[in-house]
């Protein structure tokens, strides 16, 4: 395969409007031609550290204490079993576990690097990834050699009304200029009155956000707040409503974030990022603003509207409703846009918002997380640009979507997540043995919690003891802050581990750009922090004397000082100072030619932007489809169980719901995919609406309004019925099934076959599961869908594979 440099710059303009199509809802320019040209892309790749491409292993050979796994996207495309056998990761019995998350192409990462799943009550595993929020428990048994995908009390960053809050309350302490990069918000229905107070000031729209909800759901926009609903917990926050606008589209950023500590702080940016395009082109007026395919730009509500465009080619960057952060950079920077302003500002937004949350994970982290290295997190952040080029924070996502529904998507996200294992250091040790070495698999109470000081602290009962342990503490820590500007010889063995650990992180970014500790993050942001602990203050007295009482380090400045020695640490409140050293910054930036080439160099201020608008090269290209072997093991597997129903074993209720959601989802790209999607609204409209009833999480379906299109309103309902799916398969993670579960088809095998099932093969096991008198059908089963849409088989019949739905006379 051609390099992607040539692949685009081969591209002409006949392609391009092959690609893009001519209706007027579509994007019209590619901007193809506005890629920078192989030279400088090459002179900036040149200055990050590449590893040889038989390398798995850091810091260490096979079988050494502190060696971690290298992972590595071209592996995705090399997936036999001599490879993955020869991997480290298999030889050392490496293991991983999922709960309630999507990870298609995680577990494709991680099962090509020999890395073997094991069940979800297993507690000897090295990564754990899940999509909730981790329980105390579980974290306090965790051991040295084991990683999470998530810190305790992330949701004051992700909850949309905590994070409105915090930062709410550091624009009191601050100053609002400081925190001006959300748009001005209310939690309903405790704020209402001051929203109507604010709307008679300052008149609509809105946009109404569910406080825990991702990917589009439940948002939309009103005029006034009498159209808000006070039932439920929802934030409403001012419509941006001159947003920057692409060839008439508006569209918005999709950021990978990654923490891998919060005491002390590391905060890394990808790269390389995604860029959302709304499928209807924009207008301010207020007679669209019931159209949500116009005014929002998550792609879980775009990718149903017929007019939809997505690229088949991972090389094209820049066509179709979906680009990359490079190509809208690059694109900008062509019409003489300062593109490194704005990802400064983005930088500086990120940077904010965790620092505004941070009080309460770090505190949380010192109760439950026993390790160093335990945790680590990586968030989506949404955000928006308006046409004076300033960047706004929409939301934070806790478990940003992997799903590749593109080979843009494959290409990028396959990239970012093996950077991420790498980035937050796997270790290379065999889980069953760590653990009996540690002690881990003794009962919580046994748990040695070595971050843990809490026991050494005298309690403090009165106002003028807590006065004057405070103020001991802060005369021991100032004097101890003066020590770490020194060299590493005044250093303790747990500050060394720090530097250590911050440094080795670096040395394995690969596409991660480390934002935070930087060179002029200092003169930033340590008015942020506290002078004494280092920890982000929250704006609460409270929290932040007790993060005093409790701290030892001031990590922050250690790794400040230690990482970039030759930077000048201000006096605080030297506002003047501190305004002339960044203009100074600023000018010795822009005057350095280029980096200096040495390893494992600090990059400057200029060399961290550039590194945003150059070409994504890595990725892997290829589709995520099943191997022929999968394939046929899954036809083997359909057999076999049909053989089960007939000798008169049953499927779980359990088991019956997946079968059925998974159909659901095949019935759903069926009706998306047909050149004639608005014929099916009214059918899948009935369908919901009474099968709505029977989930117990509350679901309602909104009709969409009249001045809408049919492709508008078949792209809304669409995305209806995609909500309902995602709710009927959050019901079942939590279903209890209390039957006897010794006539049942085994559980391992039937989740091995709905792993690679497709539609025939799940129609065909729900036909035996409703007709067979020995089975039990389900509430919401295929005979219930069925009779609401009776004539979905000749309306959505696959004519590729000449099978069609089972209509309802057969069940």
């Known amino acids: 395969m051609e390099s992607c440099d040539n692949a685009i710059s081969q591209e002409n303009e006949n392609d391009t409007n092959k690609i893009m199509g001519s209706e007027s809802s579509k994007l019209q320019n590619s901007f193809l031609s506005l890629l920078p040209p192989p030279e400088m892309n090459r002179n900036i790749i040149t200055m990050e550290p590449t590893l040889p491409p038989d390398t798995w292993l850091l810091s260490g050979s096979l079988g050494s204490r502190n060696a971690t796994l290298v992972f590595r996207s071209s592996a995705l495309a090399h997936t036999s079993d001599l490879s993955i056998r020869d991997k480290p990761a298999y030889k050392l019995h490496i293991t991983y576990k999922v709960l309630q998350a999507e990870t298609k192409l995680l577990s494709k990462l991680l099962d090509c690097h020999g890395v073997t799943e094991v069940a979800a009550n297993s507690s000897d595993f090295n990564l754990l990834w899940t999509g909730s929020h981790l329980k105390p428990g579980l974290l306090r048994t965790l051991g040295p050699h084991q990683r999470v995908n998530h810190f305790p009390r992330s949701y004051e960053l992700t909850r949309k009304d905590r994070l409105y809050k915090n930062i709410e309350k550091m624009q009191c302490s601050k100053g609002v200029k400081n925190f001006d990069f959300i748009p001005q918000s209310f939690v309903m229905p405790t704020e209402y009155r001051e929203l109507c107070q604010s709307h008679n000031r300052i008149k609509g729209p809105w946009i109404v956000k569910p406080v825990a909800s991702s990917r589009g759901r439940g948002i939309f926009i009103v005029e006034a707040p009498n159209q808000v609903p006070l039932e439920e917990a929802v934030v409403v926050a001012k419509y941006i409503s001159n947003p920057l606008l692409v060839a008439g589209h508006k569209c918005d950023l999709r950021l990978y974030v990654a923490v891998t500590s919060f005491d002390p702080l590391l905060v890394y940016i990808y790269e390389e990022g995604l860029v959302r395009f709304a499928t209807v082109k924009y207008d301010s007026s207020s007679k669209h603003l019931w159209n949500p395919c116009m005014h929002l730009c998550n792609y879980s509500i775009n990718k149903y509207h017929s007019d939809y465009v997505k690229s088949d080619d991972p090389c094209a960057e820049n066509v179709g409703h979906k680009w990359t952060l490079s ?15 704005l990802m400064l500002q983005i930088e500086d937004l990120v940077i904010k918002a965790i620092l505004a949350s941070a009080n309460s994970i770090v505190a949380a982290c010192r109760m439950f997380v026993p390790n160093l290295n335990n945790c680590f997190e990586l968030y989506g952040f949404d955000i ?35 950077d991420l294992l790498t980035l937050v250091g796997i270790p290379a040790v065999d889980p069953i043995i760590k653990s009996a070495e540690s002690g881990y698999l003794t009962s919580p109470g046994g748990v040695h919690h070595s971050r843990m000081k809490f026991s050494q602290c005298r309690q ?31 250093l303790s063995p747990e500050e060394l581990r720090y530097v250590k650990m911050a440094k080795l992180q670096f040395s394995r970014r690969g596409g991660f750009i480390r934002i935070f500790p930087a060179i002029d993050s200092w003169a930033k942001y340590s008015q942020y922090l506290d002078p004494v602990t280092g920890v982000p203050i929250s704006g609460i007295h409270s929290q932040n004397v007790y993060s005093i009482t409790n701290s030892s380090h001031n990590l922050n400045l250690l790794l400040f000082n230690q990482l970039f020695p030759e930077a000048t640490i201000l006096p605080k409140g030297s506002d003047k100072i501190r305004s002339r050293y960044n203009s100074l910054e600023r000018k010795k930036m822009t005057q350095q030619q280029a980096p200096v080439k040495q390893k494992n160099c600090v990059p400057t201020q200029n060399a961290r932007q550039d590194r945003y608008e150059r070409v994504l090269m890595q990725g892997h290209r290829s589709a995520l489809e099943p191997s022929k072997t999968k394939e046929i093991k899954c036809a083997e597997l359909r057999k076999e169980i049909i053989c089960l129903l007939k000798a008169g074993k049953r499927m779980s209720q359990r088991e019956t719901r997946k079968t059925f959601s998974l159909y659901l989802e095949w019935v759903l790209k069926r009706i998306t995919s047909n050149a004639r999607q608005e014929e099916h609204v009214d059918i899948v409209l009935k369908f919901l609406q009474k099968a709505s009833n029977y989930l117990k999480s509350p679901f309602t379906v909104k009709i969409p309004s009249v001045k809408l299109s049919a492709k508008d309103k078949a792209a809304i309902i669409a995305t209806h019925f995609n909500d309902f799916i995602h709710l009927y398969n959050k019901e079942t993670e939590y279903f209890i099934d209390k039957t006897d579960h010794s006539s049942e088809i085994p559980e391992n095998m039937y989740n091995e076959f709905l792993a690679n099932a497709r539609e025939k093969e799940l129609e065909e096991i729900l036909i035996y599961q409703t007709t067979y008198p020995t089975s039990q059908g389900n509430k919401i089963g295929i005979e219930e869908f069925f009779k609401q849409i009776p004539n979905v088989s000749k309306s959505i019949s696959n004519e590729d594979d000449g099978v069609s739905s089972p209509d309802a006379a057969t069940l």
């Open 327 to 341: 190509a809208l950079l690059r694109h900008l920077k062509s019409e003489g846009k300062d593109t490194k302003k």
């Open 384 to 418: 928006l640009i308006d046409e004076n080029f300033k960047p706004w924070l929409l939301e934070v996502n806790l478990s940003p979507s992997l799903g590749c529904d593109s080979p843009l998507d494959v290409r990028l996200k396959s990239a970012m997540m093996a």
């Open 460 to 490: 403090v009962h009165s106002a003028e003891g807590l006065n004057d342990a405070v103020s001991r503490k802060r005369s021991s820590l100032t004097s101890q802050n003066r020590r770490l500007s020194g060299s590493n010889h005044t």
